[in-house]
């Protein structure tokens, strides 16, 4: 059964910092590529990042770039999305996903809060 559980998420001030973690299960992490959505109150989720199944090559959505990295740790089955520099624009349930074979699975999100 494939299973991605997010976590890391929470309150945070302007500026600051945030680690998100996704726990990944159920198929062969290492050969599939990872994303990172997030869905802002009364808006349509948006795609915020990806990264290859290796790792070498990561692309991000305009509104992040510079100042969030996604990375991998393919022996512990984990992407992270690391967050710098934090705007009250980021608050936002963030997702993890990942398409196998054209279906897309996604876990149960997890707040982040950005605010002052």
């Known amino acids: 059964q494939v299973q991605v559980v997010e976590s890391g998420g929470g309150l945070v001030q302007p500026g600051g910092s945030l680690r998100l973690s996704c726990a990944a299960s159920?198929?062969?992490?290492?050969?599939?590529?990872m994303s990172w959505y997030r869905q802002a109150p009364g808006k349509e989720r948006e795609w915020v990042a990806l990264i290859t199944s290796t790792g070498t090559s990561t692309t991000y959505a305009d509104s992040v770039k510079g100042r969030f990295t996604v990375s991998r740790d393919n022996a512990k089955n984990t992407v992270y999305l690391h967050m710098n520099s934090l705007k009250p624009e980021d608050t936002a349930v963030y997702y993890c996903?990942?398409?196998?074979?054209?279906?897309?699975?996604w876990g149960q999100g997890t707040q982040v809060t950005v605010s002052s």
């Open positions: 159920g198929f062969i992490f290492s050969i599939y590529a």
């Open positions: 996903n990942v398409n196998l074979m054209g279906n897309d699975y």
